[in-house]
Protein backbone atom coordinates (compact mmCIF):
# COMPACT_ATOMS: atom_id res chain seq x y z
CA UNK A 1 0.00 0.00 0.00
CA UNK A 2 2.75 2.39 0.56
CA UNK A 3 4.56 1.66 -2.47
CA UNK A 4 1.10 2.42 -4.35
CA UNK A 5 1.12 5.51 -2.38
CA UNK A 6 4.73 7.12 -3.24
CA UNK A 7 3.95 5.92 -7.01
CA UNK A 8 0.42 7.94 -6.83
CA UNK A 9 2.21 10.98 -5.49
CA UNK A 10 5.08 10.64 -7.97
CA UNK A 11 2.63 10.23 -10.65
CA UNK A 12 0.97 13.61 -9.63
CA UNK A 13 3.99 14.98 -9.56
CA UNK A 14 5.01 14.18 -13.08
CA UNK A 15 1.57 14.99 -14.33
CA UNK A 16 1.91 18.42 -12.76
CA UNK A 17 5.21 19.30 -14.11
CA UNK A 18 4.08 18.14 -17.41
CA UNK A 19 1.63 20.16 -17.49
CA UNK A 20 3.62 23.34 -16.54
CA UNK A 21 5.89 22.63 -19.09
CA UNK A 22 2.84 22.46 -21.61
CA UNK A 23 2.02 26.13 -20.47
CA UNK A 24 5.51 27.24 -21.04
CA UNK A 25 5.72 25.81 -24.18
CA UNK A 26 2.15 27.07 -25.21
CA UNK A 27 3.59 31.02 -24.48
CA UNK A 28 6.50 30.30 -26.18
CA UNK A 29 4.84 29.01 -29.65
CA UNK A 30 2.16 32.04 -28.69
CA UNK A 31 4.64 34.70 -29.57
CA UNK A 32 5.39 32.86 -32.87
CA UNK A 33 1.81 32.62 -33.54
CA UNK A 34 0.75 36.02 -32.90
CA UNK A 35 2.87 36.75 -36.19
CA UNK A 36 2.11 34.19 -38.16
CA UNK A 37 -1.18 35.63 -40.05
CA UNK A 38 0.18 39.61 -39.28
CA UNK A 39 3.66 39.82 -41.01
CA UNK A 40 2.72 38.91 -44.73
CA UNK A 41 -0.31 41.49 -44.60
CA UNK A 42 2.11 44.13 -43.37
CA UNK A 43 5.17 43.35 -45.31
CA UNK A 44 2.98 43.48 -48.35
CA UNK A 45 0.33 46.04 -47.73
CA UNK A 46 2.57 48.84 -45.35
CA UNK A 47 5.44 48.32 -46.31
CA UNK A 48 4.68 47.41 -50.35
CA UNK A 49 7.14 44.19 -50.69
CA UNK A 50 5.71 41.60 -53.10
CA UNK A 51 4.86 38.21 -52.56
CA UNK A 52 8.63 37.15 -53.05
CA UNK A 53 9.40 39.55 -49.45
CA UNK A 54 6.61 38.10 -48.57
CA UNK A 55 7.42 34.67 -48.74
CA UNK A 56 11.18 35.63 -47.64
CA UNK A 57 9.80 36.59 -44.53
CA UNK A 58 7.60 33.87 -43.74
CA UNK A 59 10.27 31.33 -45.05
CA UNK A 60 13.22 33.14 -42.93
CA UNK A 61 11.77 32.02 -39.36
CA UNK A 62 11.79 28.06 -40.46
CA UNK A 63 14.91 28.11 -42.11
CA UNK A 64 16.16 29.72 -39.11
CA UNK A 65 14.94 27.11 -36.87
CA UNK A 66 15.78 24.62 -39.15
CA UNK A 67 19.24 25.46 -38.97
CA UNK A 68 19.67 26.15 -35.17
CA UNK A 69 18.07 22.33 -34.39
CA UNK A 70 21.31 20.76 -33.29
CA UNK A 71 22.93 23.75 -31.69
CA UNK A 72 19.81 24.02 -29.71
CA UNK A 73 19.56 20.31 -29.06
CA UNK A 74 23.59 20.23 -27.86
CA UNK A 75 22.90 23.03 -25.77
CA UNK A 76 19.73 21.09 -24.29
CA UNK A 77 21.94 18.02 -23.23
CA UNK A 78 24.76 19.78 -21.97
CA UNK A 79 23.20 22.84 -19.45
CA UNK A 80 19.92 21.08 -19.02
CA UNK A 81 16.51 21.99 -20.97
CA UNK A 82 15.06 24.40 -17.95
CA UNK A 83 18.36 27.01 -19.42
CA UNK A 84 17.78 26.19 -23.33
CA UNK A 85 14.00 27.20 -22.33
CA UNK A 86 15.47 30.27 -20.78
CA UNK A 87 17.49 30.82 -23.98
CA UNK A 88 14.87 30.61 -26.47
CA UNK A 89 12.75 33.40 -24.30
CA UNK A 90 15.84 35.79 -24.24
CA UNK A 91 15.74 34.70 -28.12
CA UNK A 92 12.36 35.89 -28.74
CA UNK A 93 12.48 39.02 -26.62
CA UNK A 94 14.84 40.04 -28.59
CA UNK A 95 12.79 39.00 -32.22
CA UNK A 96 10.51 41.63 -30.80
CA UNK A 97 13.18 44.45 -30.21
CA UNK A 98 14.18 44.28 -33.58
CA UNK A 99 10.32 44.46 -34.94
CA UNK A 100 10.04 47.59 -32.51
CA UNK A 101 13.10 49.00 -33.95
CA UNK A 102 11.91 48.66 -37.78
CA UNK A 103 8.77 50.59 -36.92
CA UNK A 104 10.36 54.23 -37.03
CA UNK A 105 11.98 53.03 -40.75
CA UNK A 106 8.34 52.47 -42.19
CA UNK A 107 9.17 55.20 -44.57
CA UNK A 108 11.99 53.09 -45.87
CA UNK A 109 10.73 49.87 -46.66
CA UNK A 110 14.17 48.14 -47.27
CA UNK A 111 15.58 49.26 -44.02
CA UNK A 112 12.78 47.89 -42.41
CA UNK A 113 12.18 45.24 -43.90
CA UNK A 114 16.04 43.89 -43.23
CA UNK A 115 15.44 44.55 -39.41
CA UNK A 116 12.03 42.82 -39.56
CA UNK A 117 13.60 39.59 -41.34
CA UNK A 118 16.80 39.57 -38.74
CA UNK A 119 14.10 39.51 -35.87
CA UNK A 120 12.23 37.12 -37.69
CA UNK A 121 15.16 35.20 -38.18
CA UNK A 122 16.04 35.49 -34.31
CA UNK A 123 12.58 34.10 -33.55
CA UNK A 124 13.05 30.99 -35.51
CA UNK A 125 16.38 30.34 -33.09
CA UNK A 126 14.03 31.08 -30.05
CA UNK A 127 11.63 28.04 -31.52
CA UNK A 128 14.55 25.59 -31.34
CA UNK A 129 15.23 26.25 -27.71
CA UNK A 130 12.36 26.36 -26.58
CA UNK A 131 10.83 23.16 -27.98
CA UNK A 132 14.12 21.29 -27.63
CA UNK A 133 15.19 22.39 -24.57
CA UNK A 134 10.91 21.43 -23.32
CA UNK A 135 11.13 18.20 -24.70
CA UNK A 136 14.74 17.59 -22.97
CA UNK A 137 14.04 18.55 -19.95
CA UNK A 138 10.57 16.90 -19.73
CA UNK A 139 12.00 13.54 -20.63
CA UNK A 140 14.72 14.07 -18.50
CA UNK A 141 12.11 14.34 -15.35
CA UNK A 142 10.11 11.66 -16.98
CA UNK A 143 13.14 8.77 -16.36
CA UNK A 144 12.88 7.18 -19.66
CA UNK A 145 9.23 5.99 -18.25
CA UNK A 146 7.26 8.34 -20.35
CA UNK A 147 8.70 8.96 -23.44
CA UNK A 148 5.96 8.53 -25.72
CA UNK A 149 3.82 10.89 -23.39
CA UNK A 150 6.12 13.51 -23.50
CA UNK A 151 6.63 14.28 -26.90
CA UNK A 152 3.19 13.95 -27.64
CA UNK A 153 1.96 16.66 -25.05
CA UNK A 154 4.52 18.41 -25.07
CA UNK A 155 3.50 19.13 -28.54
CA UNK A 156 0.79 19.65 -28.63
CA UNK A 157 0.78 22.50 -26.72
CA UNK A 158 3.04 23.76 -29.70
CA UNK A 159 -0.10 22.95 -32.13
CA UNK A 160 -2.38 24.71 -29.41
CA UNK A 161 -0.05 27.85 -29.71
CA UNK A 162 -0.16 28.20 -33.09
CA UNK A 163 -4.57 27.66 -33.31
CA UNK A 164 -4.54 30.37 -30.34
CA UNK A 165 -2.35 32.55 -32.19
CA UNK A 166 -3.40 33.60 -35.28
CA UNK A 167 -6.84 34.71 -33.99
CA UNK A 168 -5.13 36.54 -31.45
CA UNK A 169 -2.58 38.58 -33.35
CA UNK A 170 -4.97 39.04 -36.07
CA UNK A 171 -7.24 40.64 -33.05
CA UNK A 172 -4.21 42.68 -31.93
CA UNK A 173 -3.07 43.65 -35.66
CA UNK A 174 -6.45 44.88 -36.65
CA UNK A 175 -6.93 46.94 -33.46
CA UNK A 176 -3.24 48.07 -32.79
CA UNK A 177 -1.18 47.80 -35.20
CA UNK A 178 2.27 45.88 -36.09
CA UNK A 179 3.71 48.17 -33.11
CA UNK A 180 2.01 46.06 -30.66
CA UNK A 181 2.87 42.51 -32.07
CA UNK A 182 6.23 43.62 -31.57
CA UNK A 183 5.42 44.91 -27.92
CA UNK A 184 3.75 41.49 -26.99
CA UNK A 185 6.18 39.51 -28.66
CA UNK A 186 8.72 41.45 -26.62
CA UNK A 187 7.01 41.52 -23.27
CA UNK A 188 5.43 37.83 -23.83
CA UNK A 189 8.37 35.39 -23.11
CA UNK A 190 8.87 37.84 -19.42
CA UNK A 191 5.50 36.21 -17.96
CA UNK A 192 7.11 32.90 -19.50
CA UNK A 193 9.70 32.94 -17.69
CA UNK A 194 7.99 33.61 -14.20
CA UNK A 195 6.34 30.15 -15.39
CA UNK A 196 9.84 28.19 -15.95
CA UNK A 197 11.28 29.09 -12.40
CA UNK A 198 8.55 26.40 -11.12
CA UNK A 199 10.04 23.99 -13.00
CA UNK A 200 12.96 21.17 -11.91
CA UNK A 201 16.22 21.18 -13.64
CA UNK A 202 17.98 17.80 -14.29
CA UNK A 203 20.92 17.77 -16.54
CA UNK A 204 21.65 13.94 -17.24
CA UNK A 205 25.35 12.66 -17.26
CA UNK A 206 26.87 11.40 -20.19
CA UNK A 207 30.70 10.94 -20.92
CA UNK A 208 30.00 11.54 -24.42
CA UNK A 209 28.02 13.68 -26.17
CA UNK A 210 26.41 12.84 -29.51
CA UNK A 211 27.73 14.45 -32.53
CA UNK A 212 25.91 15.61 -35.66
CA UNK A 213 26.97 12.74 -37.49
CA UNK A 214 26.27 9.72 -34.81
CA UNK A 215 22.81 11.46 -34.61
CA UNK A 216 21.88 11.25 -37.76
CA UNK A 217 23.41 7.53 -37.99
CA UNK A 218 21.23 6.74 -34.86
CA UNK A 219 18.04 8.63 -36.21
CA UNK A 220 18.09 8.83 -39.74
CA UNK A 221 15.00 5.24 -40.32
CA UNK A 222 12.53 7.07 -37.42
CA UNK A 223 13.43 10.54 -39.07
CA UNK A 224 12.60 8.59 -42.29
CA UNK A 225 9.65 7.25 -40.79
CA UNK A 226 8.44 10.84 -39.72
CA UNK A 227 9.48 12.43 -43.11
CA UNK A 228 6.78 10.31 -45.26
CA UNK A 229 4.05 10.89 -42.53
CA UNK A 230 4.77 14.66 -42.86
CA UNK A 231 3.95 14.87 -46.61
CA UNK A 232 0.34 13.93 -46.16
CA UNK A 233 0.24 16.90 -42.98
CA UNK A 234 1.98 18.96 -45.71
CA UNK A 235 -0.97 18.58 -48.05
CA UNK A 236 -3.84 18.53 -46.20
CA UNK A 237 -2.54 22.26 -45.01
CA UNK A 238 -1.51 23.27 -48.25
CA UNK A 239 -4.25 22.25 -50.42
CA UNK A 240 -7.83 20.83 -48.30
CA UNK A 241 -8.84 24.45 -48.32
CA UNK A 242 -8.10 24.85 -52.22
CA UNK A 243 -10.06 21.09 -52.83
CA UNK A 244 -13.11 22.31 -50.95
CA UNK A 245 -13.60 24.95 -53.02
CA UNK A 246 -13.12 23.93 -56.51
CA UNK A 247 -15.64 21.05 -55.37
CA UNK A 248 -18.17 23.92 -54.33
CA UNK A 249 -18.25 22.74 -51.30
CA UNK A 250 -17.72 25.96 -49.18
CA UNK A 251 -16.73 25.37 -45.38
CA UNK A 252 -12.79 25.58 -46.10
CA UNK A 253 -12.39 25.86 -42.42
CA UNK A 254 -13.59 22.17 -41.80
CA UNK A 255 -10.52 19.93 -43.02
CA UNK A 256 -8.21 21.84 -40.99
CA UNK A 257 -10.95 22.19 -37.94
CA UNK A 258 -11.06 18.38 -38.16
CA UNK A 259 -7.42 17.34 -38.53
CA UNK A 260 -6.65 20.10 -34.88
CA UNK A 261 -9.30 18.65 -33.17
CA UNK A 262 -8.24 15.13 -33.71
CA UNK A 263 -4.18 15.55 -33.77
CA UNK A 264 -5.31 17.19 -29.95
CA UNK A 265 -7.84 14.89 -28.75
CA UNK A 266 -5.47 11.97 -29.99
CA UNK A 267 -2.35 13.29 -28.25
CA UNK A 268 -4.18 13.75 -24.65
CA UNK A 269 -6.43 10.71 -24.77
CA UNK A 270 -3.60 8.44 -26.84
CA UNK A 271 -0.52 9.45 -25.58
CA UNK A 272 0.46 6.47 -23.62
CA UNK A 273 0.12 4.26 -25.78
CA UNK A 274 3.34 4.44 -27.46
CA UNK A 275 5.18 3.73 -24.26
CA UNK A 276 2.39 0.89 -23.61
CA UNK A 277 2.51 -0.79 -27.10
CA UNK A 278 5.78 -0.19 -28.68
CA UNK A 279 7.03 2.95 -30.29
CA UNK A 280 7.45 0.65 -33.88
CA UNK A 281 3.97 -0.81 -33.53
CA UNK A 282 2.49 2.51 -33.09
CA UNK A 283 3.80 4.38 -35.86
CA UNK A 284 3.18 1.71 -37.91
CA UNK A 285 -0.15 1.67 -37.22
CA UNK A 286 -0.92 5.10 -37.48
CA UNK A 287 1.11 5.41 -40.67
CA UNK A 288 -1.74 3.44 -41.81
CA UNK A 289 -4.26 5.39 -40.64
CA UNK A 290 -2.91 8.70 -42.02
CA UNK A 291 -2.31 7.16 -45.56
CA UNK A 292 -6.07 5.84 -44.82
CA UNK A 293 -7.16 9.14 -44.32
CA UNK A 294 -5.00 10.72 -47.28
CA UNK A 295 -7.35 8.36 -49.60
CA UNK A 296 -10.28 8.94 -47.76
CA UNK A 297 -9.80 12.93 -48.66
CA UNK A 298 -9.21 11.91 -52.22
CA UNK A 299 -12.21 9.63 -52.76
CA UNK A 300 -14.68 11.54 -50.64
CA UNK A 301 -18.03 12.51 -51.89
CA UNK A 302 -19.25 15.16 -49.46
CA UNK A 303 -17.29 17.84 -47.43
CA UNK A 304 -17.93 15.68 -44.33
CA UNK A 305 -16.66 12.46 -45.54
CA UNK A 306 -13.27 14.89 -46.77
CA UNK A 307 -13.32 15.80 -42.95
CA UNK A 308 -13.19 12.35 -41.68
CA UNK A 309 -10.03 11.96 -43.54
CA UNK A 310 -8.82 14.90 -42.40
CA UNK A 311 -9.43 13.93 -38.79
CA UNK A 312 -7.93 10.50 -39.67
CA UNK A 313 -4.70 12.34 -41.18
CA UNK A 314 -4.62 14.33 -37.75
CA UNK A 315 -4.96 11.32 -35.84
CA UNK A 316 -1.98 9.73 -37.56
CA UNK A 317 0.37 12.43 -37.29
CA UNK A 318 -0.65 13.12 -33.92
CA UNK A 319 0.82 9.67 -32.56
CA UNK A 320 3.46 9.17 -35.87
CA UNK A 321 5.44 12.11 -34.77
CA UNK A 322 6.08 10.97 -31.04
CA UNK A 323 5.91 7.42 -31.95
CA UNK A 324 9.01 7.47 -34.23
CA UNK A 325 10.54 10.16 -31.82
CA UNK A 326 10.46 7.85 -29.17
CA UNK A 327 12.52 5.20 -31.27
CA UNK A 328 14.96 8.16 -32.27
CA UNK A 329 15.23 8.97 -28.28
CA UNK A 330 16.10 5.03 -27.45
CA UNK A 331 18.47 5.01 -30.43
CA UNK A 332 20.60 7.80 -29.43
CA UNK A 333 20.36 7.32 -25.66
CA UNK A 334 22.15 8.24 -22.68
CA UNK A 335 22.18 12.12 -22.05
CA UNK A 336 21.56 13.12 -25.89
CA UNK A 337 17.89 13.49 -25.77
CA UNK A 338 18.05 17.03 -27.01
CA UNK A 339 20.53 16.40 -30.02
CA UNK A 340 18.00 13.11 -30.77
CA UNK A 341 15.00 15.47 -30.47
CA UNK A 342 16.75 18.10 -32.90
CA UNK A 343 18.12 15.81 -35.34
CA UNK A 344 14.61 13.75 -35.28
CA UNK A 345 12.71 16.61 -35.72
CA UNK A 346 15.09 17.96 -38.59
CA UNK A 347 13.55 15.02 -41.04
CA UNK A 348 9.91 16.05 -41.16
CA UNK A 349 10.55 19.70 -41.02
CA UNK A 350 12.40 19.36 -43.99
CA UNK A 351 9.78 17.36 -45.77
CA UNK A 352 7.02 19.36 -45.00
CA UNK A 353 8.91 22.83 -45.66
CA UNK A 354 9.84 21.13 -49.58
CA UNK A 355 6.30 18.48 -50.00
CA UNK A 356 4.12 21.47 -50.57
CA UNK A 357 5.47 23.05 -53.68
CA UNK A 358 6.75 19.49 -54.95
CA UNK A 359 3.35 18.44 -54.78
CA UNK A 360 1.73 21.41 -56.41
CA UNK A 361 3.85 20.52 -59.53
CA UNK A 362 2.40 17.53 -59.64
CA UNK A 363 -1.42 18.35 -59.64
CA UNK A 364 -3.05 20.53 -62.38
CA UNK A 365 -6.15 22.72 -61.82
CA UNK A 366 -9.33 21.01 -61.28
CA UNK A 367 -8.16 17.49 -60.19
CA UNK A 368 -7.22 18.71 -56.57
CA UNK A 369 -8.12 15.76 -55.44
CA UNK A 370 -5.40 13.90 -56.83
CA UNK A 371 -2.61 15.29 -54.45
CA UNK A 372 -4.27 13.31 -51.48
CA UNK A 373 -3.55 9.78 -54.28
CA UNK A 374 -0.21 11.01 -54.56
CA UNK A 375 0.60 12.11 -50.98
CA UNK A 376 -1.22 8.45 -49.63
CA UNK A 377 1.34 6.68 -51.66
CA UNK A 378 4.04 8.26 -50.00
CA UNK A 379 3.09 8.10 -46.64
CA UNK A 380 2.46 4.36 -46.69
CA UNK A 381 6.38 3.85 -47.65
CA UNK A 382 6.63 4.76 -43.88
CA UNK A 383 5.33 1.10 -43.05
CA UNK A 384 8.46 -0.97 -44.48
CA UNK A 385 10.86 1.89 -43.29
CA UNK A 386 9.31 1.34 -39.64
CA UNK A 387 9.51 -2.50 -40.35
CA UNK A 388 13.29 -2.24 -41.43
CA UNK A 389 13.68 0.11 -38.27
CA UNK A 390 12.50 -2.86 -36.27
CA UNK A 391 14.26 -5.71 -37.67
CA UNK A 392 17.76 -3.07 -36.97
CA UNK A 393 16.38 -2.73 -33.07
Known amino acids: MQGESVESSESMNFMRMLLTLMLVVLAGFLIIGIALPVLPRYVHHQLGFGTFAVGLVTGAQFAASLATRFAAGRYADRCGGKRAIYLGLLLAIAGGVFYLISLPFATQPITAITLVLIGRAIVGGAESFIITGGMTLGLALAGGKQTGR ?14 LGAPLGTAIFDHSGFAAIAITTALLPIAAMLVVRILPERVEPSEQRGTLSQALSSVWLPGLGAAFNGVGYAALLSFSVLMYAEKGWGMGWLPVSAFAAALIAARLLLGQL ?5 AIRVGVMFSLGTALGQVLLWAAPSPWLAAAGAALTGAGWAMVYPAFGSEAVRRLGGGNKGVAMATYSAFPDL ?19 MVFLWSAFIVIMAVPVALLARKKQ
Open 150 to 163: VIAWVGTAMFAAFA
Open 351 to 369: AIGLSSPLLGLVVSAGHMS
Open 274 to 278: IDQSG
